[in-house]
């Protein structure tokens, strides 16, 4: 993840961490898939902010070994825990710091501040962590914390996949109290007046504003 | 696209519609590329209303047959597109009331109204339509204008993508004079204190309230 993220950034990077993973444990088909094909999504999908990178090449991973509706499940997942995770991680922190990685020279080899997200959306996820560093958002340091979130994530995935393989998946994410009460009306319904006109879950307030 | 839908939901149906076309005129490798990695996508990524499965899939399939950094600005162009273009196309409408579409039963053949979502984001698409149409988000309607959406967006990617191929691809999709005014400070660069915190862009408007 952290090695392919100098390579190609953030999508690229979570997806061919564990690509090539697979490609050396199992070999074909893992073989016949190009990497290349997720550099679209760097920056939140081509620069917009959108979905963090890592996330969508993750789920892309996640997705190659495990048929549709179960891929679901472990990318909702995934998606939880990124949004209550301060990264980079520690591990990724130490990495770092004690030259571990798989790059020989590193755009910062400090150990980083951390933040947490609180939404799976890049341009939320930077500025959180802009803010809590008080590091702008086009600095070595910055692209760094990207790069060691591109191996947290990608290890994540793993071990999502790991524990499925040992047993039924089984989501644990909740989301809090407040987004669980928001979308006991606003969500995928067939009632318009009730608050079903929406497709989607989050942490709805960290961008709404609540009503009564 | 829309056939794609019903196979496999929005972010299969966009990459699946490009890509069955490789496919069928190019061959190898497009064989050799498992469409039904890109499920993960569906509904705005696994459910969570983020960026568009269709934009996801569509991307995907860009990145399949250009580099990284053409992939990113056709894929940057296209999320500009689809912000400010009225889903479900006329053309999409016109193909279900008329039955053209390559499936034998619709969810709804009805011509439906159509909403823009100045936004790349799912969750803010479906409300945006839900709320134009005064259809909640879990009927065939929504599920069907979704569908056509996704037909509405492979068909655009492989315009973009033609029209790259006649000439060399040149960005024309402009934000709005407010974006523009937000994203003078609030953009990618190393001045903390000036406001480049952010890392994305997009119709800020749509979601922040506007400061001094």
């Known amino acids: 993840g952290h090695e392919g993220y100098y390579r190609g950034d953030c999508c690229f ?100 501040p951390q933040s947490v997200s609180n939404s799976p959306l890049c341009h939320v996820s930077v500025t959180e962590w802009c803010k809590a560093a008080g ?14 979130l591109a191996g947290d994530v990608a290890a994540m995935a793993a071990e999502l996949l790991n524990a499925n393989l040992a047993t039924a998946f089984v989501p644990a994410f909740q989301f809090s109290q407040e987004a669980q009460g928001c979308m006991s009306c606003h969500t995928l319904g067939d009632n318009f007046a009730a608050g079903n006109f929406i497709q989607g879950k989050g942490e709805c307030l960290s961008c709404h504003e609540p009503h009564q």
């Open 13 to 112: 990077g979570a997806f061919v961490g564990i690509l090539e993973a697979l490609r050396d444990k199992v070999g074909f088909p893992f073989t016949q898939i190009p990497a290349e094909m997720m550099g679209f999504g760097a920056g939140g999908v081509s620069g917009w902010g959108t979905t963090c990178g890592a996330l969508i090449g993750a789920a892309a991973a996640i997705n190659l070994v495990t048929e549709k509706d179960l891929a679901r499940k472990i990318v909702s997942e995934l998606m939880g825990l990124y949004s209550v995770t301060p990264f980079p991680s520690e591990t990724s922190n130490n990495y770092a710091a004690n030259h571990e990685f798989l790059v020989t020279e590193y755009k910062s080899d400090k150990v980083l």
């Open 135 to 148: 590091i702008a958002s086009k600095t070595p340091e910055r692209a760094e914390r990207c790069g060691r």
